[in-house]
């Protein structure tokens, strides 16, 4: 990172919660804050809905429309901007109408995750800016399209990572950087959950307020089912990406951050779908590993179904170095020498919802304004998508390596695996007439 990238950063950080914080009659009388940049929100349902509130009242921020394949989250989104800012938004079954509207200056994508990469490539092709809602591909090959037509279109794609705009987790990696804890050379990622099983799925009518095919779009065309619309597709690998990616990502990114590491060059996995026994296909319980090249490590453990903590953090990342170590999480750090007794910690400012599926917080505003600052040309992102990939793709990695049952050795370079099974998993089927392309 540049010098300079460093200090607008930095300084765009040390500012962002005095700014983030004013009522809105304050920040009206701001240097600027008449740049409006008109959002457009699609997949209001519940993480999207949560993103909608926090755009809405955002600096410099309008939430423009609401594109939702469900009427009801259409509704749902455009009342929690009009409870926010007395204004209603225009609503769409149809996203891609927004993208038509030249009035609409960026997207926001919290859609299921077969759509993530897509939709941004439509939106770039669009000449929108991209508020991207990780994991930023649903596979492999999604993700090296999205860099390469962000960077043909040169418009802004920030993937929501919101650690990445946390001022304690800037701070102290910085000084693992630097030093703090030695030659930091292994991370420890972790996420616990108590969720219940989807039984089996049956065949149906879908619903009125649904437009399943567009519900679909560039996957595969099937029948609806009960059990699929609208959380439990996380765990079909023909529309999520399993626990590893749903919230692995946040996790992995954070230790990959601070072990300053780009791919891997052998990802092992074990686990499986133990819990119950239903429709759901990715697994329950998962250890992937990663080595890299600098003898560095990455160990990520996820359980879906048992909530048992670690370090009392239901999430969270520890990284080890050979003079200390650092635990890690939304809240804030804690640094400990090589007994294991605790030296220092410093909490994050405001709160932040570390667990469930709707988010929110202080580190969530943080990121959205460093995406709005950075369109107005005030900061640099926080979360570029060429930056966020990595972590991203090495999750993809720890899935393939799992569902194949063998290690990968991959290139330090691009993440490539060379083992031929694994290459044919790189990217996907898709409904004819809807791969994108680049």
């Given at each position: 990172?540049?010098?300079?990238?460093?200090?607008?950063?930095?300084?765009?950080?040390?500012?962002?919660?005095?700014?983030?914080?004013?009522?809105?009659?304050?920040?009206?009388?701001?240097?600027?804050?008449?740049?409006?940049?008109?959002?457009?929100?699609?997949?209001?349902n519940s993480r999207g809905n949560s993103l909608t509130g926090t755009f809405a009242k955002a600096q410099?921020?309008?939430?423009?429309?609401?594109?939702?394949?469900?009427?009801?989250?259409v509704a749902k989104g455009q009342k929690t901007v009009f409870d926010a800012t007395g204004r209603k938004p225009k609503g769409n079954q149809d996203f891609r109408r927004f993208l038509e509207d030249r009035d609409v200056d960026a997207v926001v994508i919290a859609t299921p995750d077969h759509w993530h990469a897509p939709m941004a490539i439509m939106a770039l092709e669009a000449g929108k800016h991209v508020y991207l809602e990780k994991p930023s591909s649903h596979n492999p090959h999604e993700g090296e399209l999205l860099v390469a037509k962000q960077k043909r279109e040169g418009k802004l794609?920030?993937?929501?990572?919101?650690?990445?705009?946390?001022?304690?987790?800037?701070?102290?990696?910085?000084?693992?950087?630097?030093?703090?804890?030695?030659?930091?050379?292994?991370?420890?990622?972790?996420?616990?959950?108590?969720?219940?099983?989807?039984?089996?799925?049956?065949?149906?009518?879908?619903?009125?307020?649904?437009?399943?095919?567009?519900?679909?779009?560039?996957?595969?065309?099937?029948?609806?089912?009960?059990?699929?619309?609208?959380?439990?597709?996380h765990w079909f690998w023909k529309y999520g990406t399993g626990e590893l990616l749903n919230n692995g990502t946040h996790e992995i990114d954070m230790c990959r951050w601070a072990l300053d590491v780009h791919y891997p060059t052998r990802v092992s996995s074990t686990g499986g779908r133990y819990h119950y026994d239903d429709d759901w296909e990715?697994?329950?319980?998962?250890?992937?590993?990663?080595?890299?090249?600098?003898?560095?490590?990455i160990h990520w453990e996820g359980k879906s179904c048992n909530g048992k903590t670690f370090y009392?953090?239901?999430?969270?990342?520890?990284?080890h170095g050979t003079e200390g170590s650092v635990l890690m999480g939304r809240w804030?750090?804690?640094?400990?020498?090589?007994?294991?007794?605790?030296?220092?910690?410093?909490?994050?400012?405001?709160?932040?919802?570390?667990?469930?599926t709707a988010g929110g917080g202080s580190l969530d505003d943080r990121h959205i304004h460093n995406f709005i600052s950075a369109i107005n040309g005030d900061a640099e992102l926080n979360s570029p998508i060429d930056?966020?990939?990595?972590?991203?793709?090495?999750?993809?990695l720890g899935n393939m390596a799992q569902r194949l049952k063998m290690d990968l050795h991959t290139d330090p370079k691009t993440g490539m695996p060379k083992e031929k099974e694994a290459i044919a998993m790189w990217k996907r089927e898709y409904e004819k007439g809807w791969e994108p392309k680049v």
């Open positions: 990172m540049s010098t300079r990238r460093k200090f607008i950063r930095n300084a765009a950080l040390a500012s962002a919660g005095v700014a983030i914080g004013m009522p809105a009659y304050s920040r009206n009388s701001i240097i600027g804050a008449n740049r409006q940049i008109n959002v457009a929100v699609f997949g209001t410099d921020s309008l939430v423009y429309g609401i594109g939702d394949v469900d009427t009801r989250a794609v920030q993937m929501g990572n919101q650690t990445r705009s946390s001022v304690s987790l800037n701070k102290v990696i910085k000084e693992i950087h630097d030093g703090l804890i030695g030659k930091a050379y292994a991370g420890k990622a972790w996420y616990s959950n108590t969720r219940k099983g989807i039984g089996v799925g049956k065949v149906t009518r879908k619903p009125e307020w649904l437009d399943w095919d567009l519900w679909q779009g560039p996957a595969p065309r099937q029948e609806y089912t009960d059990n699929l619309v609208h959380y439990n597709w990715a697994f329950d319980t998962q250890l992937a590993s990663y080595e890299f090249g600098d003898d560095k490590t009392n953090q239901g999430r969270g990342s520890l990284i804030g750090f804690k640094v400990f020498n090589l007994k294991g007794e605790e030296i220092r910690s410093e909490r994050e400012s405001g709160k932040s919802v570390s667990m469930g930056d966020a990939n990595p972590s991203v793709t090495i999750c993809h």
